[in-house]
């Protein structure tokens, strides 16, 4: 089931609901008088009952509903509780790019994760300008990623319990100034500028998604392909991150988890290909959807 968020023309109130079985549709949740203000109360308050009416909705073929073409699409979190949790160097390739770009600012790591926070305000839905601060930043990176999102809260997790508490996964484009990067030698500020987390454009639940994840993950810029890859490449996996992260830290429901991404970043090509005004750039995951955004001026 593929959950999102979504606008009418004609209201500037934000709902919820879930694609239709032929991709061009949206159920709101209102139709089956399920009601939440947003994803966030969804995650954590929505029930195993409504769940399962949400379920069969979607298959259902005389049920009422939106045409997609008729809404604007949200990002499925637009004002995430807290930083999103992202993990650095997460696939072999990229850590190998990574270093031969900048060796002081991406070291080897092989013992343990690398995680670093990513400040957003508001995510940028499918479909909006990323904006390219072009007066600041002279290297605009791109980077699709498998976010994974916390249904319920977790402490003290292990690897065999890891599955029971996602919700669900969707798409993020961890875009990234490497100049900014570089110059203070840490990825926070970086990655943080407002507008430089594009996320959606569903959220895709957990229990359509074979476990352990093993879904191709590519990107596109103007058509190019830059990334092509597989989550199941990760150096860490899901059960290990959420387990040792849930070891010191309580997971609240509706925790955002980036998982890292593989080659194909523009620092990694020679020379590097790096993002810039007017450009389109496309993040797919299989079973979850297709992310587009284009850069601003």
Known sequence: MKLLTFMNMTDDAPQVGILHKTKNAIIPFSILDIEYKDMLEVIG????????????????????TVPLSSVKLCAPISKPPQDIICLGINYREHQKEATQYE???YTTRKAYATYFSK????????????????HLVDSLDYEAELAVI????????????AEKYIFG?????????????????????????????????????????PFPLNASIRSYVNGELRQDSNTNLMLFT????????SQGMTLKAGTIISTGTPAGVGM??????????????????????????????
């Open 119 to 134: 400040r957003v305000n508001e995510t940028t839905a499918c479909g909006e300008i990323i904006p390219s601060y072009s």
């Open 103 to 105: 060796p002081s600012t």
């Open 169 to 209: 996964y969707t798409i993020l484009n961890d875009i990234s100034a490497r100049n900014i990067q570089k110059r203070h030698t840490q990825w926070y500020f970086g990655k943080s500028f407002d507008g430089f987390t594009p996320l959606g454009p569903y959220i895709t639940t957990a229990d359509e998604m």
């Open 238 to 245: 899901i059960p290990q991150i959420i387990s040792e992260l």
């Open 268 to 297: 990694g090509f020679q020379p590097p290909k790096f993002l810039q005004p007017g450009d389109e750039v496309r993040c797919e995951i299989e079973g979850i959807g297709t992310l587009i955004n284009t850069i601003g001026n």
């Open 45 to 64: 308050q929505l029930t195993h009952a409504e769940f399962e009416r949400l379920n069969l909705a979607q298959e259902a073929p005389d049920i009422p």
């Open 150 to 161: 916390i249904g319920k809260d977790a402490k003290n997790v292990s690897e065999e319990e």
